[in-house]
C-alpha cells in the first residue's frame, strides 16, 4: 500500500521548525563567533549552545564558514536598512542623527552585531560577498555625506574622508552601547554624535563687522 502522502499543515510545521532550528543556530554563532572568537567556537560549541545535535549544522549550512558568512551578511544589513531607509529630502545631519539614533538601539538590543560588523578581526575572514556588504553600508553613508556637501552642510574635501570620520566616531558610541558602559539616554551618546557632526559639518558662514551675514547658510543646515 502506498504511504500517503503528508498533509499539508505537517509540511508547513516541519518548515517552520526547520526555521526556527537555523535561527538558533544563527543566533549561537553570533554569540560564541563574538566572545569566544570564530576559532575557538567548534561546531560541538555551536550545537550545544543551539540545543541540537552537531550533524544538524550541516544540514542547515554546508560549513561553518558559510554560517559564520550567513550571519555576518545578515547582521550588515541590519546596520545597512537605516542607510537605505534615510529620507534624502531632509538635510544631511539630520539623515545621520536618524541613522545613528537607529542604530545605538541595534547595538543596545543585539550588541553582539556590533562586534561581528564593526569588529576588526571579522572582515578578515568573511568572503568577498560578505566583504561586499559592508563596502555597500560605508558607501551608503558617504552617499549621504556627499549629498551634504554638494548641499554645502559638509565641510570641502574628500565625502568618503568625512563619511569614515563620522562612522568612527559612532562606531565608538555603539561599542560602548553594546559593552554596557553608555545604556541608551546616556549623555554620552549625544555628545559623541554632536561631535560627530561638528568634525564634518561645514564652517558657519563668517559675519562681517557689523554682524550680518554676508549670505545665508545652506538650507536646513544647523547655525
Excluded at 503528508?6 to 563574538?34: M, Y
Excluded at 564558514?65 to 555576518?72: A, C, G, K, T
Excluded at 558610541?173 to 549625544?190: H, M
Amino acid at each position: 500500500m502506498p504511504e500517503t502522502p503528508p498533509a499539508p499543515r505537517d509540511g508547513a510545521r516541519r518548515s517552520r521548525s526547520a526555521r526556527q532550528t537555523r535561527d538558533r543556530l544563527a543566533r549561537a554563532a553570533v554569540e560564541l563567533f563574538t566572545t569566544r572568537g570564530y576559532h575557538e567556537t567548534t561546531t560541538p560549541l555551536l550545537a550545544e549552545r543551539a540545543g541540537v545535535a552537531e550533524g544538524t549544522i550541516y544540514r542547515h549550512f554546508p560549513s561553518k564558514d558559510d554560517l559564520l558568512n550567513e550571519v555576518f551578511r545578515a547582521a550588515a544589513r541590519a546596520f545597512l536598512e537605516p542607510l537605505k531607509a534615510a529620507d534624502p529630502a531632509t538635510p544631511c545631519h539630520v539623515q545621520l542623527a536618524a541613522v545613528s539614533e537607529r542604530w545605538c538601539a541595534l547595538a543596545a538590543k543585539e550588541p553582539a552585531l556590533v562586534r561581528l560588523v564593526f569588529g576588526s578581526g571579522f572582515a578578515a575572514l568573511v568572503d568577498d560577498r560578505s566583504r561586499a556588504a559592508l563596502r555597500e553600508l560605508r558607501a551608503q553613508v558617504e552617499r549621504i555625506v556627499a549629498a551634504g556637501k554638494a548641499a554645502r552642510e559638509v565641510r570641502l574635501g574628500a565625502a568618503d574622508l568625512w563619511a569614515e570620520t563620522w562612522l568612527r566616531l559612532i562606531v565608538l558610541g555603539l561599542d560602548r552601547i553594546a559593552a554596557g558602559q553608555w545604556q541608551l539616554g546616556d549623555p554620552g551618546i549625544q555628545q559623541l554624535h554632536e561631535a560627530a557632526w561638528d568634525a564634518i559639518r561645514a564652517a558657519p558662514v563668517p559675519l562681517p563687522a557689523d554682524g550680518a551675514a554676508t549670505h545665508d547658510p545652506a538650507p536646513g543646515a544647523p547655525r
